[in-house]
């Protein structure tokens, strides 16, 4: 193998290892701020379960989303209202977990997935937090009409 070839099957290799690292970092969830409030969201895979878990005492609502038979749930949209009417976070999911640090208060979640919405009311306390798991409908099957089933 010539000189030549080797130094950029090199400089190839090395900027191979520095991507894959740079896709590890993303991992690590830095809390995001919008209008003064910090969350995160995420928990696909063991590796950010974990770092959710550890970070999980800094927020004081804490909520999961799933289906009705118990899978997680990613890309749903959230938001949260203050009585009355002040909408203080949007947000889209990047896995089943959205954790957020909000005054103490009373609050409304409106969550959208696919053509489901939901709403939930929530009082987060002044002191410690709040866990919720938001269920839906597997949206895959949701709003599917079986035509005709086979004969018995």
Same mark, same amino acid.
């Given at each position: 193998?010539?000189? !030549? /070839?080797? !130094? ?6 090395? @900027?191979?290892?520095? /991507?894959? @690292? ?10 995001? %701020? ?14 950010? #379960?974990?770092?959710? =878990? ?23 949209? #959230?938001?949260?209202?203050? %009585? ?5 976070? $949007?947000? $889209?999911?990047?896995?089943? /977990?959205? /954790?957020? $640090? #909000? ?23 002044? =002191? ?14 949701? @709003? ?7 004969? =018995?």
């Amino acid at each position: 193998m010539s000189a !030549l /070839f080797r !130094l950029p099957a090199i400089v190839f290799i090395a @900027g191979l290892a520095v /991507f894959a @690292g740079a896709g590890d970092a993303q991992t690590t969830h830095m809390p995001v %701020e919008r209008h003064g409030i910090p969350y995160i969201t995420g928990g696909i895979g063991q590796t950010e #379960v974990e770092a959710f =878990r550890a970070q999980a005492s800094q927020y004081n609502l804490r909520m999961t989303f799933a289906t009705k038979t118990g899978s997680y749930l990613a890309d749903v949209d #959230v938001s949260i209202w203050r %009585e009355p009417h002040q909408r203080l976070l $949007r947000v $889209r999911t990047h896995g089943p /977990f959205l /954790f957020v $640090r #909000v005054p103490a208060g009373r609050y409304e979640i409106e969550v959208h997935l696919r053509s489901q919405s939901l709403t939930q009311t929530v009082q987060v306390p002044a =002191r410690g937090g709040t866990e919720t798991v938001i269920r839906l409908e597997d949206p895959d099957k949701c @709003g599917v009409i079986i035509l005709c089933r086979t004969a =018995r």
